[in-house]
C-alpha cells in the first residue's frame, strides 16, 4: 500500500510555470511507475506524463509535450511535474498515481493508487 499527496498547485496567469510535487509514503517510490493525470471541469480525466520506475523513460500527452517534465527523486520518495508556458486549458485538478507495472504507461487502468489532486488553475 503507498499513499501519495499532491502539493504545488495554485493560480497562475498563462504563460507562468508552476512545479508540482507527489510525494508518496508507506512504500519506495522506486517500487513504481508514476504517472500524472488532469481533469478539467465537465472533462473526463486524461493522461498527462509518466516516468518508467527503472530507467527513467518518460512519455508525454501531446498537449504537453515540449512544455511539461515528469521528474523524479526516489531518494526523497517524490515526483515532479514541471509546468512551463502554461495556457487556460491546463486549468484542472492534477493527480499523481502509482502503477506497480514495470513499463512507463499511459493507461489510466494500470495505476493502482492515487493521490486526491490538487488544483490548478492559469488565467488568461
Known amino acids: 500500500q503507498v499513499q501519495l499527496v499532491e502539493a504545488g498547485g495554485g493560480l497562475v496567469q498563462a504563460g507562468g510555470s508552476l512545479r508540482l510535487s507527489c510525494t508518496a509514503s508507506?512504500?519506495?517510490?522506486?517500487?513504481?511507475?508514476m504517472g500524472w493525470f488532469r481533469q478539467a471541469p465537465g472533462k473526463e480525466r486524461e493522461f498527462v506524463a509518466t516516468?518508467?520506475?527503472?530507467?527513467?523513460?518518460?512519455y508525454y500527452a501531446d498537449s504537453v509535450k515540449g512544455r511539461f517534465t515528469i521528474s523524479r527523486d526516489n531518494a526523497k520518495n517524490t515526483v515532479y511535474l514541471q509546468m512551463n508556458s502554461l495556457k487556460p486549458e491546463d486549468t484542472a485538478v492534477y493527480y499523481c498515481?502509482?502503477?506497480?507495472?514495470?513499463?512507463?504507461?499511459?493507461?489510466?487502468?494500470?495505476?493502482?493508487?492515487w493521490g486526491q489532486g490538487t488544483q490548478v488553475t492559469v488565467s488568461s
Open positions: 498515481a502509482a502503477s506497480v507495472a514495470y513499463s512507463a504507461t499511459a493507461s489510466q487502468g494500470s495505476y493502482n493508487y
Open positions: 508507506g512504500r519506495t517510490l522506486s517500487s513504481y511507475t
Open positions: 516516468i518508467n520506475r527503472s530507467n527513467y523513460y518518460t
